[in-house]
């Protein structure tokens, strides 16, 4: 079983490394951001909540989506390759719950992906991103708003992993295949 974390800023490429991942490896792909627009679309209780916080640029609170992502994995069953956690951990907060999340389901965490970007080309994706996406959170003010809630409130998830001995730094700019490429490399190691 391979079990992933995939992170970095917003615009960083998770959505689409994640993708390519679960075509190659057969993980089961669980992204909080695609859970949240999924309730924001259907109108649910929880949807409008996390409208509230997501159109400003805020993560939604910890607890909120914490429950969430239990009962995705449970759901899951234990009969899979493994599971690729996309948007999650946000807070340090997070870090620390799934660690006892998996614990109690006899799993582990095998490795965070780092994906690193520079700041001018996270802008530039997101913008070109929000000319089609409709949502609410792709226009300059709110990215800039996510980038610095990014730096403040996920940064320190990166150092947690670090401390574990579980973090992969990964060059995020180029073409998407390049990067892909860099992510390979890691995971072969960790097969
Ligand atoms: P997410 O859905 O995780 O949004 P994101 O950071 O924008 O990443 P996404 O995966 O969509 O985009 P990607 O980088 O792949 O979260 C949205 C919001 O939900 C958060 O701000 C927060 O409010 C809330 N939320 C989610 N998880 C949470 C949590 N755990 N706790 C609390 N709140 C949470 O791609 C961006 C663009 O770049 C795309 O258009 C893509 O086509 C393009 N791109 C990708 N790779 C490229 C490359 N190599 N070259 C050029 N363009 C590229």
Redesign the pocket.
């Known amino acids: 079983m391979l079990n992933v974390i995939i992170c970095?800023?917003?615009?960083?490429?998770?959505?689409?490394?994640?993708a390519l991942i679960v075509e190659k490896y057969g993980l089961k792909h669980l992204?909080?951001?695609?859970?949240?627009?999924k309730e924001i679309a259907e109108k649910s209780e929880l949807g409008q909540v996390?409208d509230s916080?997501?159109s400003?640029?805020?993560?939604?609170?910890?607890e909120?989506?914490i429950d969430i992502?239990d009962k995705n994995i449970e759901a899951f069953g234990s009969d899979i390759n493994g599971i690729i956690l996309?948007?999650?951990?946000?807070?340090l907060a997070?870090a620390e719950a799934l660690e006892v999340m998996m614990s109690k389901k006899g799993k582990k965490i095998d490795t965070l992906l780092d994906?690193n970007?520079e700041k001018a080309?996270?802008i530039?994706?997101?913008l070109?991103?929000g000319i089609t996406?409709g949502?609410s959170?792709?226009n300059l003010e709110?990215i800039t708003k996510?980038l610095a809630?990014?730096e403040t409130q996920t940064t320190p998830v990166s150092d947690f992993y670090k401390k574990l001995e579980k973090y992969s730094s990964i060059h995020?700019?180029?073409?998407?295949d390049?990067?892909f490429g860099r992510i390979e490399t890691v995971l072969d190691s960790k097969k």
């Open positions: 970095g800023a917003p615009g960083c490429g998770k959505g689409t490394q994640s992204s909080t951001g695609d859970l949240l627009r996390a916080y997501i400003k640029g805020q993560l939604v609170p910890d909120m989506i992502l996309d948007g999650f951990p946000r807070t997070q994906l970007v080309e996270l530039d994706r997101l070109k991103r996406s949502r959170d792709d709110t996510r809630v990014y995020g700019m180029g073409t998407v390049e990067i």
